[in-house]
């Protein structure tokens, strides 16, 4: 089963460590957060590095509050059984979870934290590959 999750989060894969660059170091620790919470569930596989692209979000589900041309970051994954894993699940297990912002996103982020539930405040975004 393959996913595709849309962030307005910076989660780029940098593999800083301690010690390193602060920047680097914090965006890192995103990507390490949100490699965590999807992990809660299940093992992932075919994972591929976020990829970061400035668009129009018009057309995505994102909250009220973010309109107009902004730093999307797309991870695709895909876990083996399916169903192990579906949307209702991925946004329980995200809502609320904390990261630190004020990176590369080109959004305010009123909550340091991914937002899946909140209608003006949504974030991240899930969608099945497969649909």
């Given at each position: ?77 895909t876990v083996e059984y399916a ?47 497969d649909a």
């Open positions: 089963m393959k996913f595709i999750v849309h962030t307005l989060v910076d989660i780029t894969e940098t593999r800083a460590r301690r010690g390193e660059e602060s920047f680097l170091l914090q965006q890192q620790q995103n990507y390490l957060t949100f490699l965590q919470t999807l992990g809660l569930r299940v093992n992932l596989s075919e994972l591929v590095s976020p990829v970061a692209e400035k668009i129009s979000i018009k057309d995505y589900n994102f909250g009220s509050n973010h309109t107009g041309n902004h730093q999307v970051w797309t991870f695709k994954f169903d192990a894993l579906d949307i209702d699940m991925l946004e329980n297990d995200f809502d609320l979870v904390p990261v630190i912002t004020e990176l590369s996103e080109t959004v305010e982020l009123k909550q340091a934290a991914f937002r899946t539930k909140d209608v003006q405040e949504r974030n991240i975004l899930f969608l099945l590959a």
